[in-house]
């Protein structure tokens, strides 16, 4: 008799358990419907909703993203077309002279896209912390007009400012 009754309760217990993990699972699965959140590529960020909502950080994933990838396929252009110039060697100095010129502009134009394209790298981590928006120094937020004119934007305006400020003084020193 003992072995029934241990039965008896164990399958009282096992739909009590089974109906939990049920709700655990569906709210599980509430939380991945909410993940991929599809905008319109026409959406454009507002004002009136809550700032940093899923739509606002899944608009400014696909924003920097396409930004990145715009700017690698540049560099390789540049890398790629630059080095077919590498093999024409004109005899006239001052030819020499401006083909040198250009290619240490365009390096430097390079450069600077391989830092932006860091600063990208950093504000899509940011995204996934749910950093992003929000300024490094003060923690408040930074605004959706500044992030759409500098989507890489880790500072408010007045945050900017002074980091700048402090650059001047420093480089004076």
């Given at each position: 008799?003992?072995?029934?009754?241990?039965?008896?309760?164990?399958?009282?217990?096992?739909?009590?358990?089974?109906?939990?993990?049920?709700?655990?699972?569906?709210?599980?699965?509430?939380?991945?419907?909410?993940?991929?959140?599809?905008?319109?590529?026409?959406?454009?960020?507002?004002?009136?909703?809550?700032?940093?909502?899923?739509?606002?950080?899944?608009?400014?994933?696909?924003?920097?993203?396409?930004?990145?990838?715009?700017?690698?396929?540049?560099?390789?252009?540049?890398?790629?077309?630059?080095?077919?110039?590498?093999?024409?060697?004109?005899?006239?100095?001052?030819?020499?002279?401006?083909?040198?010129?250009?290619?240490?502009?365009?390096?430097?134009?390079?450069?600077?896209?391989?830092?932006?394209?860091s600063e990208i790298d950093k504000a899509l981590i940011r995204i996934k912390?749910?950093?992003?928006?929000?300024?490094?120094?003060?923690?408040?937020?930074?605004?959706?007009?500044?992030?759409?004119?500098?989507?890489?934007?880790?500072?408010?305006?007045?945050?900017?400012?002074?980091?700048?400020?402090?650059?001047?003084?420093?480089?004076?020193?």
């Amino acid at each position: 008799m003992p072995k029934t009754a241990k039965r008896k309760k164990t399958k009282t217990i096992k739909p009590k358990v089974n109906k939990k993990v049920k709700t655990k699972v569906s709210t599980k699965s509430k939380e991945t419907n909410k993940g991929p959140i599809k905008i319109s590529k026409t959406y454009i960020p507002k004002e009136n909703e809550k700032y940093m909502c899923e739509k606002h950080k899944v608009f400014f994933r696909i924003k920097l993203q396409e930004w990145r990838k715009e700017l690698v396929r540049a560099n390789n252009e540049a890398l790629y077309n630059g080095s077919l110039d590498d093999n024409s060697i004109s005899a006239d100095i001052v030819d020499q002279a401006s083909s040198y010129t250009d290619k240490n502009v365009e390096m430097k134009a390079i450069n600077r896209q391989i830092k932006l394209i860091s600063e990208i790298d950093k504000a899509l981590i940011r995204i996934k912390d749910e950093t992003y928006g929000f300024c490094l120094d003060t923690a408040e937020p930074i605004g959706l007009k500044r992030l759409m004119a500098r989507p890489v934007a880790k500072y408010t305006i007045a945050a900017q400012e002074k980091h700048e400020k402090n650059e001047k003084v420093h480089a004076d020193d």
